[in-house]
């Protein structure tokens, strides 16, 4: 068990997860869970659209067990020599349970945003995995939900809700932050 802070950061696509990460990312190292969905399309020779990330995401689950994605991500932060750390991405009680097994200090954060307030942030956004219509959008909630991550959210040490100013959710994060190091 090591004495590392390790804060998970958990929401819904387009919930405002990468301004958090932004955020963090000035003090801390981020580790992106997503990024080893990504990397295993990239090994089974997949384009990263919506449709293959997931289909990968949920096969690798059913091959190595839900909390597969938090195994392969606990090296990165037992290795990263800040005593502080970033997990964007968390997505299962079965990873909080994973990181909790690993880190005595780990925080979960949620951040939530209505379905109307992420797709317009999704839509605009334009990355090459985001959903170009409601229907590819609701799929993809589907998909994120059949996880665990609705658990994940509901079950988390703090919530924010982003449907306002960002530089409200900065404030709500760096507060949080301030608690988390014994600063607040």
Same mark, same amino acid.
């Given at each position: /068990? &090591?004495a590392? =802070?390790?804060?998970? =950061?958990?929401?819904?696509p387009?919930?405002?997860?990468a301004t ?5 990312k @000035? ?5 992106? /869970?997503g990024?080893k969905?990504r990397?295993?399309?990239? @090994?089974r #020779?997949?384009?990263?659209? !919506?449709?293959?990330?997931?289909k ?5 689950? #059913?091959?190595q ?5 938090? @195994?392969? +991500?606990? !090296? ?10 970033? %997990?964007?991405?968390?997505r299962s009680?079965?990873?909080v349970?994973e990181?909790r097994?690993? $880190?005595?200090? $780990?925080?979960l =954060?949620? =951040? &939530? ?8 942030r999704?839509?605009a956004? @334009?990355?090459?995995?985001? !959903?170009?219509n ?7 909630d589907?998909?994120?939900?059949? %996880?665990?991550?609705? #658990? %994940?959210?509901?079950?988390?040490? &703090?919530?924010i809700? #982003?449907?306002?100013?960002k530089d409200h ?6 507060e949080?932050l301030?608690? +988390?190091?014994g600063?607040?």
């Amino acid at each position: /068990m &090591h004495a590392k =802070i390790v804060i998970g =950061i958990a929401g819904m696509p387009g919930s405002g997860k990468a301004t958090a990460e932004k955020v963090f990312k @000035k003090k801390y190292p981020i580790i992106v /869970m997503g990024d080893k969905v990504r990397e295993e399309a990239r @090994k089974r #020779n997949l384009q990263p659209t !919506p449709e293959n990330l997931g289909k990968v995401m949920l096969q690798i689950r #059913n091959e190595q067990g839900p909390a597969v994605l938090a @195994k392969r +991500c606990i !090296p990165k932060i037992e290795a990263a020599t800040s005593g502080v750390v970033v %997990v964007d991405g968390v997505r299962s009680l079965e990873e909080v349970d994973e990181y909790r097994k690993a $880190f005595r200090n $780990f925080v979960l =954060i949620a =951040i &939530h945003a209505s379905p109307t307030t992420r797709f317009r942030r999704l839509l605009a956004r @334009k990355r090459t995995d985001d !959903p170009k219509n409601w229907e590819d959008f609701v799929a993809r909630d589907k998909r994120e939900l059949s %996880v665990g991550l609705g #658990n %994940v959210v509901a079950t988390s040490d &703090h919530m924010i809700i #982003n449907e306002g100013r960002k530089d409200h959710m900065i404030r709500e994060l760096n507060e949080i932050l301030r608690e +988390c190091l014994g600063n607040g």
